[in-house]
């Protein structure tokens, strides 16, 4: 049976056994998506009890919109009464709402072969509605792989990089003129003499200059080492789109009234 917006409410009662004949009328008579104007069959037998508690559940994900969670409940109903033509229906229709338009083919060819032969105008709206599928399935463009997953190359030499190895590389240049400038003072207090080059004071400036250059070289050879790292590490792990290659160099000739005309192209 086909399930539709028009559900009434019953009053509650206390019997049991009545309320599960109002449960099975409401599988037989409810119609849940709309049909075209087509009328119910009878069914015959009653449905299993499970198979109605997952029909109603199906049903409120349904009008809530949510029609994965509908088509799950919906299968489980079918597993349980799989000889249900408008239950297979409606499984077709929910798939065909999510757009799996191989699934809602195979549920719709299954319920087409489900119907009486009697039921000529139902079996050509589902014949129409099989070709509408297959008819948007084969024009559906396929996407080129390179759209999606464009192919990428590893390393990026942007303004980042270039400017952490700059730094690095300024930072190994100054650490090698303070370290000439700290070898000079430590020499020259090496060989500094009292009352000739001066006090103790005037030695002890020069001790204490030659041991703040030489702190001065160690903190920029460090500092030139880390930065120097760090862009090899902004090269190395990051990863770039390959970027689109002329087929090379195009080389034509064009006559002239004298002489002649030579036309390059391309990227060298």
């Known amino acids: 049976m086909k399930f539709g917006p028009g559900f009434g409410f019953l009053r509650a009662r206390p019997d049991r056994q009545r309320a599960r004949v109002v449960a099975l009328a409401l599988w037989a008579l409810s119609s849940w998506v709309p049909t075209h104007g087509q009328a119910d069959e009878p069914v015959s037998g009653s449905p299993p009890p499970q198979a ?21 409940e919906l299968e489980k109903a079918l597993a349980l009464d799989p000889h249900s033509p408008n239950l ?40 129409a509605t099989l070709q509408r599928l297959r008819g948007a399935r084969e024009e559906v463009p396929a996407t ?26 300024a930072a190994f240049a100054g650490s090698a003129v303070t370290g000439t400038f700290a070898l000079q003072s430590s020499k020259k207090a090496q060989h500094f003499v009292l009352g000739k080059d001066g006090d103790v004071v005037d030695r002890n400036h020069v001790v204490h200059r030659a041991d703040r250059l030489a702190l001065s070289t160690d903190v920029l050879i460090l500092c030139g080492t880390t930065f120097v790292i760090t862009s090899v590490l902004l090269y190395m792990l990051r990863e770039k789109p390959v970027a689109a290659h002329d087929d090379g160099l195009r080389i034509g000739f064009g006559a002239l009234r004298q002489g002649a005309m030579v036309t390059l192209g391309g990227s060298l």
Do not use: C
């Open 52 to 72: 109605v508690e997952h029909y109603n559940l199906g049903r409120a994900h349904y009008q809530a919109g949510r029609y994965k969670e509908a088509l799950v």
């Open 144 to 169: 080129p792989p390179s759209a999606t997953q464009p192919k990428m190359e590893h390393g990026v030499a942007d303004a980042v990089f270039w400017t952490t190895l700059g730094t690095g590389a």
């Open 88 to 127: 297979m229906y409606n499984v077709a229709r929910v798939y065909e709402l999510l757009g799996d338009m191989d699934h809602a083919i195979k549920a719709y060819e299954r319920y087409q072969l489900m119907l009486p032969p009697h039921e000529r105008e139902e079996r050509e709206r589902v014949a």
